[in-house]
């Protein structure tokens, strides 16, 4: 009897479904052979196996004692490889690989279930409150996509974050429709699109046996808003001088920076104050137009003007320099010219300093014994050298982003 591990049957057979079709179809097409599936994939077999993200170690624990140890060697093989030199490694070892059903089932439920399951609790909260179904899907998502994505900055990753927030804060509702948006990454690949619509609609059952408030609100959601369009959107604002923005993630939260600036974008151009992304606001942004202009008091603005306002840059920067300054006896003031001016004269105080000692008439011991000792202090001063002139130039940079705009 196989170990759901808390997951529902349905759950199960969906991604095993998904994966590789049935028993039949895997003893014909992918029992005695690694694929890959894509160029961001490893050679794979069994249920969706990936053996290319894995680990030797992690393969040998997963795999020993299942199949012979020249089997378990071109396994190990795997690991690590993708892109080209995994489909190569494919080919590589044809006729060395036959894993049978039962035993690929078997690292599956008490191998692969179990672990990603871990990975889901870890990194999300509130993933222990889900149904089975609801539990299961999720799983089932991160076994496919790469449970990291939850995590994930950039467009590509927007549902997996926003489903991840969901579950946190318990609006259940909104993940069957995050679900089916991810689609949009597979425009041309049926079996894929198929499962998110499978996954979807097993959440909404899952929701409908064990969370009957959120499954009530599942009709009156609206639908996701398209992270593609978000992003365009983001980017093209951000080329037009409205870097208040943020990344371009390809998220709109409510009364959020990309909905402030859209509003500000409205606002300048006579458009309705709405943070909706719609034809008419597609339309104006998509019109040869030029930056918007930086205020003067911004492009003429000082180091001091942002330590006034507070700058979290500022503030870590002028520590840096104090201690920096301390080291080498310069002061958070010093700049390019004066830095160069106490280099100069440290190495002309070592010079004198090695002079002197040579005319005390010291052993050679006592003397190579007080330059590693000089050495050393030129070190730690070297240290402060460093520090305050990688602080220095995360000052420059800083400024130079709030003069053009970029930042508040």
Known sequence: MLDLHGISRAAFDLIVAAEVTSQAFYNKHYRTVLEHPSDNSGPTGAIGYDFGTQSAAQIRADWSGRVSD??????????????????????KTRG?????WDVALDVFSNHDVPRYLAICRRLLPGFDELS?????????????????????????????RQIKAAIGSGELAKIPGLIRSMKRL?????????????EAALFERGLMAAHPLEAAKLPTVPAPVDPDQVAHVQARLRE????????????????GRTEGMILAYRNEHGLP?????????????????APRRVAETRAGATV?????????TIALTDRAKRWAGKIFGGSSGLGGAGLLAWVTDRATQVSAAKDAVGGLGLT???????????????VVAGVGVLVWFVADTLEQRRMADYRGGKHA
Do not use: H
Not at 76 to 87: E, H, I, N, S
Not at 243 to 251: H, I, R, S, W, Y
């Open 96 to 100: 060395l690989i036959d894993i049978p």
């Open 304 to 312: 001091e003007d942002l330590r006034e306002q507070g700058s979290q």
């Open 132 to 160: 089975p179904d609801c539990a299961g899907v999720i799983l089932s998502i991160g076994y496919n996509r790469d449970a990291s994505g939850f995590n994930k900055p950039g467009p590509r990753w927007t549902e997996m």
């Open 364 to 378: 050679p011991g006592a003397i190579q014994a007080i330059a590693i000792g000089v050495a050393a202090l030129i």
């Open 240 to 255: 037009l001088g409205y870097f208040d923005v943020g990344q371009v993630d390809g998220e709109q939260t409510p009364q």
């Open 273 to 289: 104050l709405t943070p909706a992304i719609d034809d008419q606001l597609l339309a104006e942004l998509a019109k040869p137009q």
């Open 70 to 91: 020249a089997m378990l060697k071109a396994l190990v093989g795997a690991a690590g490889l993708r892109g080209d030199k995994a489909a190569a490694y494919c080919r």
């Open 186 to 198: 597979w425009p041309n690949e049926r079996g894929v699109r198929d499962r998110r619509d499978d």
